[in-house]
């Protein structure tokens, strides 16, 4: 039941025609963990992600350390899914506990989800898409009630989300903006949730800094190359 194979269509411009790509979806293994660690590494790191090393000052995404991190605390293995061709693993998201804070002080679980990472040369091909789909079909199954997440505006409307503004949820400093969305996994579950969403630390890169870049020595210096 955690395994599902998706078919991806895709054109061919030079022979003018379609061809179609086997993804295999299923749960991350204990033996993927440096796999994914390193596809992560570089599907955020520069050129793939532009602006992303820029935006801090240790010269290295944080996306890997946050998926190794995670696994430690705050991530749900149930909802930790690769993705393969032919059987490499081409990509990967987990998902991780979070809440939101009502007005008075009560605070309901939710999920968030990231990093989602698929290998560059795999990107645009429906490997994202695929990861999300059964990730939410499992989320249902599991009997959570929504996502909230921070994510790029002009991709995750098309599979499904909004804007968090959209049912009351603002984020922990009250703020809302295109990039703050949300799903809600069973019908009606933010007719009476409202209030502020929090996220795990993890996700804080300015709390993280030092270690994430500690942890990069393991991939920057001798470690295996993707």
Request: proline fraction near 5%.
């Amino acid at each position: 039941p955690y395994t599902t194979l998706f078919r991806s269509k895709q054109k061919n411009v030079r022979l003018g025609m379609r061809i179609f790509m086997n993804i295999v979806v299923r749960l991350e293994r204990e033996e993927d963990y440096r796999r994914v660690e390193e596809l992560t590494r570089e599907a955020f790191d520069e050129p793939n992600y532009p602006g992303r090393d820029n935006s801090n000052d240790i010269g290295c995404p944080f996306e890997h350390w946050m998926v190794h991190a995670l696994r430690e605390k705050d991530g749900i293995k149930e909802l930790s899914y690769v993705a393969e061709v032919d059987g490499k693993i081409i990509g990967h998201v987990i998902y991780s506990h979070a809440y939101v804070e009502t007005p008075e002080g009560k605070r309901v679980p939710v999920l968030n989800f990231g990093p989602l990472s698929v290998l560059p040369a795999c990107q645009r091909k429906g490997v994202g898409k695929a990861l999300i789909g059964k990730t939410i079909e499992q989320a249902k199954a599991l009997g959570y009630g929504a996502i909230i997440f921070f994510g790029r505006p002009e991709y995750y409307p098309k599979l499904g989300f909004v804007e968090a503004a959209v049912f009351g949820i603002t984020d922990c400093n009250g703020n809302n903006y295109p990039s703050f969305m949300a799903m809600e996994l069973t019908d009606g579950f933010f007719d009476t949730v409202k209030g502020k969403y929090y996220e795990s630390s993890i996700y804080d890169d300015s709390l993280n800094k030092e270690a994430v870049r500690e942890y990069d020595k393991l991939f920057s210096s001798g470690g295996e190359n993707i």
